[in-house]
């Protein structure tokens, strides 16, 4: 049994995620979404937003679990007897990053490996960034995430609540 965490701001989730989580899924016999709670961001959508969505997202994967963490990603992988983390990679500027990262988890959890999923072709321009930015200047999202989500995403904008 290979139970593996998919972590990240989700802040929305994309297209990009979505396609992520349901390769892994097929990969692994459980995966984690586990959504970060990092009080130094002020995300556009709040955890327990960001949580209900994804656990909408991913209702019809039997084998996916969707979980918040605040703290270290690999303390949240030993708490869940997780082995393997799962991370998208897009393009070689994630690489450095994602490199960084996946060397300290692995200097902090020696037992905790890192794995990459090559983004697919066709969501590797997207991130969560960019569907806010064009979101805020009231642009077309719908290529980047599903209906109801870019709904949300715009009624966030809309309503003045985020400026
Ligand atoms: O969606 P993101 O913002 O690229 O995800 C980043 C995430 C959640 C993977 C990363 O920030 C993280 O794991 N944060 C928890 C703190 C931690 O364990 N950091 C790694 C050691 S520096």
Request: neutral net charge; aromatic residues 10%.
């Amino acid at each position: 049994m290979v139970r593996a965490i998919y972590p990240g701001s989700f802040d929305p989730v994309t297209y990009g995620h979505i396609d992520i989580v349901k390769r892994a899924a097929g990969i692994f016999d459980e995966l984690i979404v586990a959504v970060l709670s990092n009080r130094a961001k002020s995300p556009l959508f709040s955890m327990e937003e960001r949580v209900n969505i994804l656990c909408e997202v991913f209702a019809d994967i039997p084998n996916v679990r969707v979980v918040s963490f605040e703290g270290l990603l690999v303390d949240l992988a030993e708490e869940l007897d997780a082995s393997v983390i799962v991370r998208g990679l897009r393009a070689v500027t994630d690489f450095e990053y994602e490199l960084q990262l996946a060397q300290t988890n692995n200097v902090l959890k020696k037992k905790v490996e890192t794995m990459f999923l090559i983004t697919s072709l066709k969501y590797a321009y997207l991130s969560s960034s960019t569907v806010k930015e064009v979101a805020s200047y009231g642009g077309d999202i719908s290529k980047f995430l599903p209906p109801k989500i870019a709904k949300l995403t715009y009624d966030k904008y809309r309503t003045g609540e985020i400026k």
